[in-house]
């Protein structure tokens, strides 16, 4: 179709296109106020070695503490697939419903990613923005206790430390969503109205 047909269509329909348009736009932006708020959390976690492994070549040393703190960090990056921890952390914050669907799902509550050798960015969405630092400190106390256990066998250990989570709405926010749903159902009536013309014009011509 050409465009001197797209725009007699607009201008035909135009009050039609602006109350389609308009309207669907507030009700999409008003229902997404109604959604209770999610919050995503994304903090880092840094691999720390505690005491020191001696090796009969000290040249290597800083070599080897390098190469087994990048293994851990790979490691501690795939143990957040194992749902034990996650349900781990949420039970320690009292958060945990036995009765819900958290458990089928544990595997996804946390994303972690490696981002550097000692490095992982870990992020996790929460309706309940109060208990977003505590799911956190509960999530490095909880592994710390179990990079812990390898201090009473090894003269070398690790810990791990956290950033400040920094805490934001997980949902669009309504001058983006405002602007996104306009541009969608304003292209969607044009395609409806252009449809109609069309199929009123086979119709006249058959």
Do not use: C
């Amino acid at each position: 179709m050409e465009l001197k047909a797209i725009i007699k269509i607009i201008k035909k329909n135009l009050k039609l296109i602006l109350i389609f348009t308009l309207g669907l736009s507030l009700i999409v932006v008003f229902a997404n106020n109604l959604i209770k708020t999610t919050y995503k959390a994304t903090f880092s976690l840094n691999v720390v070695q505690e005491g020191v492994d001696k090796t009969q070549d000290y040249k290597f040393d800083n070599y080897y503490a390098l190469k087994s703190i990048d293994d851990l960090t790979e490691s501690l990056e795939k143990w957040f697939d194992n749902p034990d921890l996650t349900i781990e952390i949420l039970n320690q914050s009292e958060i945990l419903d036995q009765n819900k669907a958290e458990i089928k799902n544990a595997r996804k509550f946390f994303k972690a990613r490696k981002t550097a050798p000692n490095y992982i960015e870990v992020s996790f969405k929460f309706q309940n923005r109060e208990k977003i630092v505590e799911i956190s400190e509960n999530l490095v106390s909880i592994i710390n206790q179990k990079l812990g256990s390898q201090k009473k066998q090894k003269e070398v250990w690790y810990s791990i430390q956290s950033s400040k989570p920094y805490v934001e709405e997980a949902r669009i926010g309504n001058l983006k969503l405002g602007a996104l749903s306009i541009l969608t159902n304003f292209i969607i009536i044009i395609m409806i109205l252009i449809t109609r013309d069309y199929l009123k014009s086979d119709e006249n011509r058959s």
